[in-house]
């Protein structure tokens, strides 16, 4: 298995700020993913982190809005960039050692509140 | 775009008694599906998964169904105990996606004592 975690765990924002949130594992891994689960809904895929190059986004997701690193294979950031209300939602780093069906890890979440 | 849904929100359950969580996917090229467990302020924890080229996989106390020719797919879960209670996620991934995983609308699991 792989440990995740992620921080900030929780925090609030004022409209208009940006967030940076941090995503650590304890070993090495092929693919890392953001996604992000608005408050009672299922998960939505933002972007897939990769290691050395620019971040692959999803449709209706722009790196303006959610700008990605991925300096190494064990760390990545998501940045919320100026924040609205509707931001508001439980981010989430996940983890795949490498193609084929392989178990996909979850960090347990950053939730945020913009005010 | 493709899609995964659940047919319930939420399924209350007596503890003892098997639960049965359905999923309808509509991606025909969709070759790998998980299900993941979710409990309150966690991420989704791998369950049990099952490839397109099976009908049936089972775990402890979990079993997957498949039926691609309606493209559903099923969660059972036998002897239902309080400590399942969460919610259920079905998910799928297409081989030529990149280890990209949809995931459904989840279902809740509440299991009374």
């Known amino acids: 298995s792989a440990v995740i975690s992620q921080k900030p765990s929780r925090d609030i924002c004022q409209r208009g700020t940006s967030l940076t949130i941090q995503c650590q594992v304890d070993s090495q891994v092929t693919m890392m993913f953001w996604y992000r689960q608005q408050p009672g809904q299922s998960l939505t895929l933002i972007a897939t982190a990769n290691q050395g190059s620019e971040a692959t986004y999803e449709s209706g997701f722009v790196i303006d809005k959610f700008p990605i690193s991925r300096p190494n294979l064990t760390f990545s950031t998501l940045t919320v960039s100026n924040m609205s209300p509707e931001d508001s939602s439980i981010y989430l780093c996940?983890?795949?050692?490498?193609?084929?069906?392989?178990?996909?890890?979850f960090g347990p979440g950053t939730r945020l509140t913009v005010l | 775009g493709e899609s995964v849904g659940l047919h319930l929100p939420t399924l209350s359950v007596q503890e003892g008694d098997n639960s049965i969580i359905n999923c309808a996917y509509s991606?025909?090229?969709?070759?790998?599906f998980i299900w993941y467990k979710q409990e309150s302020g966690k991420g989704p924890q791998f369950i049990i998964d099952i490839r397109s080229n099976m009908d049936k996989r089972q775990g402890q106390r979990v079993t997957v169904l498949l039926n691609k020719t309606v493209k559903h797919l099923s969660l059972q879960i036998a002897a239902t105990q309080p400590g399942d209670s969460a919610v259920y996620f079905c998910a799928e991934r297409w081989s030529g996606g990149y280890q990209k995983v949809t995931f459904g609308t989840g279902t809740k699991l509440q299991v009374i004592p």
């Open positions: 996940s983890v795949a050692r490498g193609t084929g069906d392989n178990e996909q890890f």
């Open positions: 991606n025909s090229a969709s070759d790998y």
